[in-house]
């Protein structure tokens, strides 16, 4: 059985900082793509970013670029998401993603999902 397990979420003020991490078991994790979306209250779940199955390639929905690092580490099945200067539009629930897709990474490719993080950013 697939399992994601997204941690790492909480209150935090602007300006701050948070690093999730979603765990993976029950799949061959080097062989997936991942990818972190969020879904804010009364909005689809939309894409914030997709790292590729080695790690060497990574790409960003524009408004998080530069702010938000993507990371993974295979021996750990752990992929990671680090948010800094975050701002309240950051605040959703966060998804972890894994799929065979990279540079295609959408909502409708997603193999396997996580239950998600809560995150919540204050002004």
């Known amino acids: 059985q697939v399992q994601l397990v997204e941690s790492g979420g909480g209150l935090v003020q602007a300006g701050d900082s948070l690093r999730l991490s979603c765990a993976a078991s029950g799949l061959t994790f080097s062989y997936y793509s991942m990818g972190w979306f969020r879904q804010a209250p009364g909005k689809e779940r939309e894409f914030v970013s997709a790292?590729?199955?080695?790690?060497?390639?990574?790409y960003y929905q524009d408004s998080v670029k530069g702010r938000f690092t993507i990371s993974r580490d295979n021996a750990k099945n752990t992929v990671y998401l680090q948010m800094n200067s975050l701002k309240p539009d950051a605040t959703a629930v966060y998804y972890c993603?894994?799929?065979?897709?990279?540079?295609?990474?959408?909502?409708?490719?997603?193999?396997?999902w996580g239950r998600g993080t809560q995150v919540t950013v204050s002004s």
């Open positions: 993603a894994a799929s065979y897709q990279f540079r295609t990474l959408a909502v409708s490719t997603v193999q396997y």
């Open positions: 790292i590729n199955w080695s790690g060497g390639g990574t």
